[in-house]
């Protein structure tokens, strides 16, 4: 069977520069793959393009063998790829529930409807999913209130209502505490297993990806230079070229020392 | 060619004061954020105490004098103003100050009245600029010919201050990023209160230097705010060549319209600004703002629920009592409650849009005044039944809306606000000077309703269940997943967008819903009215309607009813007094700095803290 996403030859230029350079790769149903590189090396480009924010200056974007390049955001979620933000996007002014129940709405097509309560729609549904992230006893609390890990267990909620294929996140972890970042990882890890969705996800904690993915991509400067389980990439040199460096700094030192 | 040039020269002369006026504005606006709608009063003031200055001193010495003098007093009072009533509400949310300045312009309107008096002021010419210079044959005041001289030596001292002194290093890097200038160690405070006094004090100057053109009169506060504001807008908002380019481009333009198009000079105006703002959405020479999302400053709404049995029936008794009016209450408490239930829908329509959409629309008069105009044209050209007119007003107005919307809401924040109201303005302008067709200044009178509805206490009924019956309905929808789906466009228009949410198409059809709902407000009172004018359309209508809503409470699903209810009873008691304007400024001013949740929602701060409302979140 097809790939779940594949990418060919993805490129994006600013002007002069290269940020994402001739991307290839594909991800598999169900696997958990992991997208990392130091600052800068094109990650988020990257994934705006898969998500519609960016339009690629070349390369194709396939979603289940289907091309998705230059879509629009709204279009790609339609399509079942969920997603969650480096920083979380909520609705400040509604509870827990209804955050999860404002994306049930929109996936059954209801959001032009006004004459029914909204607070009553697809509450069993959306308990569900809230109980699935383990946040079913707090789905009644004002969203504004909680811990950053609980509104990203939230989002994670989110993007899982329209029971997507695909779910893109943008450093899940981001942010939260390591003890939340390890229980989050691993409800994702669960995710995919129980759900049989594919996840890809950029992050910077290498804990948490060599515990939990199951391939790893290395992006540097733009263009992805090693593809691996967790020991192949923790044993690839050119890998710890990019992230410990290559002696340029150190090795110029000791020229100059010399 | 001879009268071409003279004609573009007395638009350079009137470009000047314009000038002076509009970047005093853009400069406030650039460091503080502040959209300062008391800019025209300081104007005003500036031109009133120039007058006075000028009677005392003597000799073309003392006119000059007297200019800077008027300059000086102003900026002074701009520091007072910035000092007493800014500064306690910079924390208060976004556009919250606007309402605070709309307090000292109603404040400074009633003090001139007070110190000068009801009559208009024939400003003194200039000494020895009595004559005229003959150009090409054309004769030129020589005043204009001063004017149009001094105009780029006050805007080249401008620039050098703001380009090459210390203190325009920091004004520009604040308009660029407060924060970080607070960071380094600026005292930001004394920063903005210098700018506001330099932006009043070049407001009061302008108004001194156009008294031997056009005088001081109690009116020129808002006459001159809608040219400012497009001249502000053209330009580019913080941006000071930009305002000088848009006061020259609205002054050639407005001379060459009072010769050519006699009465379209304001429609041009506003047609110009539209257009701009539709190819350049942050005027000429304006840069882009990056908007994050803060529409909600302060505080983050809590979540909204369905009223709970116990205020459903507390609203019902208020409604019994209400209906209960007519058989115990004077024609006159008829009279007076069928303003404010009118009132209240159409602050409870543009509260749809600001609350829930987090959408500042300027120019909500629009649909309030454009429904009453539509309902009224129909009857008087069409000669078209009540009944049918009344249907028109609302189905017109949220036609207008969702026209108006479509081009606007491709701008977000400021610029968004400024767009409608160029809008509301131009619908305005075209009223005001259509004359054969909307009877211009003189309105359409002799509206009345059908027979059946003929009758204080039987149009009492209508007005009140149809108030009450589009409130009723904007609060349901508020609950609806339309409701939530603006709300969501409001709170994360990311995390909406990336769930399948059309945010812009959500927050069009809001705009055109709530432009509807004004349009059944405007539809109502003109029946009620039996006439209408274009005040109905003005800024002055969209500001009543903004200001009931901050002070009734943004953030509340009923501020909307509260505030309009509150201040249209207060405004009923006001007016007997003379100096009402003074006293409602200063109560306005009074809400804004010791309650920036407005009165419902102060009131529910009170109430959960003592225990009578139970909060979900007890933390």
Known sequence: ?258 | MEFFVAQILTGLANASSLFLVACGLSLIFGVTRIVNFAHGSLYMLGAYTGYTFMQVLPGAVGFWTAILLAGLTVGLIGMLVEMLVLRPVYRAPELFQLVATFGVILVVQDLTLMIWGPEDLLGPRAPGLRGVYRIMGEPIPKYDIVLLILTPFVALALWYLIARTRVGVLVRAATQDREMVGALGVNQAWLFTGVFALGSALAGLGGALQLPKGGADLLMDFTILAPIFVVVVIGGMGSLPGAYLAAILISVLNVFGVTYLPQSTLVLMYVVMVVVLMIRPYGLLGREEVAGEHGQVGEPETPIKPASGPVRLMVIAGLAVLALVPVFGSTFAQVLLTDIVIFCLFAASLHFLLGLGGLVSFGHAAYYGGGAYIAALMVKHAGSPMEAAFLLAPLGAGLAALAIGWVCLRLTGVYFAMLTLAFAQLIWSLVFQWGEVTGGDDGIVNIWPADWLNGTTIYYYFALALSVGGIIVLRHVAHSPFGYALRAARDSARQAEATGIDTRRVQLVAFGFAGMMGGVAGGLFVFSKGSVFPNELEIVRSFDALIVVFLGGVKTLAGGVAGGAFFKGIEDLLTRFEYWRLVMGLLIIFVVIVAPEGIVGSLRKAASRLGILKTAEQT
């Open chain 1, 1 to 258: 069977m097809s790939a779940v996403l594949e990418t060919c030859g993805l490129t994006k230029t600013f002007g002069g520069l290269t940020a994402v350079d001739d991307v290839s790769f594909t991800l598999a149903k169900a696997e958990l793959l992991a997208l990392i590189g130091p600052n800068g090396a094109g990650k988020s480009t990257c994934f705006n393009m898969l998500m519609g924010q960016l339009a690629p200056s070349a390369g194709e974007v396939l979603l289940a063998g289907a091309p998705i390049t230059g879509l629009s955001p709204r279009q790609i979620w339609r399509k079942g790829v969920g997603r969650t933000f480096q920083i979380t996007a909520t609705y400040s002014s509604m509870t827990v529930i209804e955050n999860v129940q404002m994306a049930l709405l929109s996936h059954h097509g209801e959001v032009f409807r006004f004459l029914t309560f909204a607070h009553r729609m697809h509450r069993e549904e959306a308990l569900a999913l809230l109980d699935m992230v383990g946040m079913a006893e707090q789905a009644d609390r004002h969203c504004a209130v909680l811990a950053y890990g609980d509104l990203k267990r939230m989002e994670l909620a989110i993007a899982l209502a329209h029971e997507p294929q695909l779910l893109l996140m943008d450093e899940p972890t981001a942010g939260m505490a390591p003890r939340e970042r390890i229980a989050l990882m691993e409800l994702t890890a669960k995710i995919v297993a129980d759900r049989g969705v594919s996840v890809l996800f950029t992050e910077h904690d290498m804990d948490v990806v060599f515990a939990h993915a199951h391939r790893i991509m290395v992006l540097n400067r733009g263009a992805l230079i090693a593809e691996g389980s967790a020991a192949e990439i923790r044993g690839n040199p050119l890998v710890q070229e990019v992230y410990l460096g290559g002696g340029t700094v150190f090795g110029a030192e000791e020229t100059a020392h010399a």
